[in-house]
């Protein structure tokens, strides 16, 4: 079973920035993809960003390119979600995510964390 630490949520005023940080139970390179993902209530989980271990390629939601920037510590096995010019549509539960495959099982989840941007 993978296990997470997931930290940096919080409260912030439009505009400003938040650090979210996830660190995994396993080597970071037993993964094929890592990432953030959010959630709202009556949503669906959709991907905000994600990173490859190995190469660090990286891919973003267009409602955050510019804005946030994933970055990933092979040494920590962590990864990292800075996000700036925060905005109230930003606002959800933020959950780290760790994909081995396709294939069922092999998708793990971290607890979420709570952002919220007040206008």
């Known amino acids: 079973q993978v296990h997470f630490v997931e930290s940096g949520g919080g409260s912030v005023q439009s505009g400003g920035s938040l650090r979210l940080s996830c660190t995994v139970s396993?080597?970071?390179?037993?993964?094929?993809?890592l990432g953030w993902y959010r959630q709202t209530p009556g949503k669906e989980r959709d991907m905000v960003a994600t990173?490859?271990?190995?190469?660090?390629?990286?891919d973003y939601a267009d409602s955050v390119k510019g804005r946030f920037t994933i970055t990933r510590d092979i040494s920590e096995n962590a990864i990292f979600l800075q996000m700036n010019s925060l905005r109230p549509e930003d606002t959800a539960i933020y959950y780290c995510?760790?994909?081995?495959?396709?294939?069922?099982?092999?998708?793990?989840w971290g607890r979420g964390t709570q952002v919220t941007v007040s206008s």
């Open positions: 995510n760790a994909n081995k495959g396709p294939l069922e099982g092999q998708d793990y």
């Open positions: 990173i490859t271990p190995g190469g660090g390629s990286t």
């Open positions: 396993e080597h970071i390179f037993g993964f094929r993809v």
